[in-house]
């Protein structure tokens, strides 16, 4: 099948005392190669298309190959993502409408590593990663990530229903479910929030005179670990409201132990949380302690990992049906509630998500409707036929998939990029293919952290946090000569001067910092301190970055 048996090896690389540590690893036709890809994959510029909805907000459609779309955004985003979710195509042998999917095994897991390994340099340092897969490369999708991320930093594997509809197929065994891989950058670092559910509240069945819910629950520990043997530090006497003293004893006779320590339970006697009640017993009445639990007022509790409650495919395609009735539908959309359910888990709003593998744009539509901020790439024509007309009906308050849920109306914006020309040639200079407009754009972004939602055609990009950002780039004013042109001069710096003052407003303060980019600069160390100038020389200061 193209892939050679797991071999396991010892690579004790980034692991800090543990001499011993052993991890199985894949091994493969090419693996040496795909290891080399992502280091080798060119930058390429993101070319702005057009503006959707609120032109500030930073949300970005990308239409390219991932890979190169993955390494266009490093400069920008590297260690900025929240949570990645991909759904890449699951090798299962069939041809698919939109994707190339009958792949033999060892050019799976060669077009799978790269990607991964540009998405890890793309998480932050308390992000996760998500990506479903079948169980045809599941197996060896998690060792592959294992390698990637660490096996250290492998949170679990959920389990999706898929199907949720009686199958009338002759074969004895159907799949019906699909498996979610997950993944933190460092081991209990994402800050995973557990379910929101009221239902538990009537396990609180009383209420005091405040109004508050609350329950008893014996303070001698019962089931498992529950003897005195077991945990002889917590076997001492309390002092009853009678001032007998009492032991924790079993019905049976055999020595028990408190749940908590002595000094948890002075807590709760000073909290006034540690309630006497009689029972009966074979001996008579006798005193037994309870500890009181308040309900919480947002009760909550882990989530399962297995996920029946979130849609199934049959549901999500029905969706696409009503979103997209006139493009032709996708074979493994995923429901929205599955995403829904990913983002509640791992983010918050205002946190960055990306799919390099949106599909049908499920991932971005959830997380517009849910207020995060969100990258998608797509690389056919469905980027424009699918993904571009399911966010704009996102934009004026679609009602379907999770829209009631999460109460979404309408609104917000995103952008719609294109993947252009490699910034740098063979000879790591800036490729002369680059035109001004597009450089403009990737180092206004580089400066700022802002999208490029405008047309560049002056040398003064933009101002933004008391800092003005120049180009002078491929004749931008006309002259190439050093007194005109690339060259950051003194006439040029008066000129610079000059668009900045009739650009700023008036009554408005100039800003106090310049930052210009250029082929090289005549002006001194001095000077350039004086005007308050931060030159950045094309190529060096770009690649450095």
Not at 200 to 225: C, F, I, P, T
Not at 423 to 443: C, E, K, R, S, T
């Amino acid at each position: 099948m193209g892939t050679s048996a797991c071999r396991n090896r010892v690579d004790n690389a980034g692991k800090k005392n543990s001499e011993s540590y052993k991890m199985p690893f894949l091994d493969w036709v090419n693996k040496a190669q795909a290891v080399s890809v992502a280091g080798a994959v060119p930058y390429h510029l993101l070319n702005f298309e057009s503006a959707h909805g609120d032109r500030s907000a930073d949300n970005m459609l990308i239409q390219g190959d991932n890979l190169l779309a993955l390494k266009a955004l490093l400069p920008f985003y590297r260690g900025r993502v929240k949570c990645i979710y991909i759904d890449p195509p699951y090798n299962t042998q069939s041809a698919f409408t939109h994707y190339d999917d009958k792949l033999e095994h060892s050019q799976w897991l060669s077009l799978m590593h790269p990607r991964l390994v540009l998405l890890r340099e793309l998480l932050a340092e308390q992000g996760s990663v998500w990506v479903s897969i079948d169980d045809r490369e599941g197996h060896y999708l998690k060792v592959l990530m294992d390698e990637v991320f660490g096996r250290e930093n492998f949170s679990t594997t959920f389990i999706w229903q898929k199907v949720d509809s009686p199958n009338d197929n002759k074969v004895p065994i159907t799949p019906d479910h699909e498996f979610l891989l997950c993944y933190e950058k460092r081991k209990d670092s994402a800050g995973f929030k557990k379910k929101s559910d009221n239902s538990l509240l009537a396990a609180y069945g009383q209420v005091d005179e405040s109004g508050r819910r609350y329950r008893d629950r014996l303070l001698k520990k019962n089931g498992k670990n529950s003897l005195r043997a077991d945990r002889p530090t917590m076997f001492y006497p309390l002092e009853a409201p009678d001032g007998t003293s009492v032991l924790p004893i079993h019905d049976d006779g055999r020595e028990a132990n408190w749940a908590y320590g002595e000094v948890g339970v002075a807590r709760m006697r000073a909290e006034g949380r540690l309630i006497w009640k009689k029972r009966l017993k074979a001996e008579g009445e006798v005193w037994v302690p309870y500890t009181r639990e308040f309900a919480p007022e947002a009760p909550e509790r882990p989530h399962p990992t297995i996920l029946l409650d979130v849609k199934t495919t049959r549901q999500a395609k029905a969706h696409q049906r009503e979103l997209l009735p006139e493009a032709a539908a996708f074979d493994t959309v995923k429901p929205e509630q599955l995403l829904q359910r990913i983002l509640e888990i791992a983010t918050d709003a205002g946190d960055l998500v990306l799919d390099s593998f949106l599909g049908s744009g499920t991932t971005a539509a959830v997380a517009h409707k849910m207020g995060r901020r969100y990258i998608g790439i797509e690389q056919g024509d469905h980027a424009i036929t699918h993904c571009l007309p399911r966010l704009e009906r996102v934009l004026n308050g679609e009602q379907g998939g999770v829209s009631d849920a999460v109460g979404w109306e309408s609104g917000g914006g995103f952008c719609f990029y294109t993947l252009g020309e490699p910034v740098f040639d063979a000879d790591g200079g800036i490729n002369p293919a680059v035109q001004f407009g597009a450089l403009a754009g990737y180092l206004w972004h580089f400066e700022t952290g802002l999208s490029a939602t405008h047309t560049f055609d002056s040398p003064l990009l933009g101002v933004h946090d008391d800092t003005a950002v120049f180009l002078l780039y491929n004749g931008i004013l006309g002259d190439r000569k050093p007194a005109g042109g690339n060259v950051l001069t003194g006439p040029v710096l008066a000129h610079l001067d000059q668009l900045l003052a009739d650009a700023t407003p008036a009554g408005t303060r100039l800003p106090s910092r310049k930052v210009v980019y250029g082929e090289t600069t005549r002006l001194g160390e001095q000077r350039l301190a004086e005007a308050g100038v931060t030159f950045r020389q094309i190529p060096y200061d770009i690649k450095a970055r």
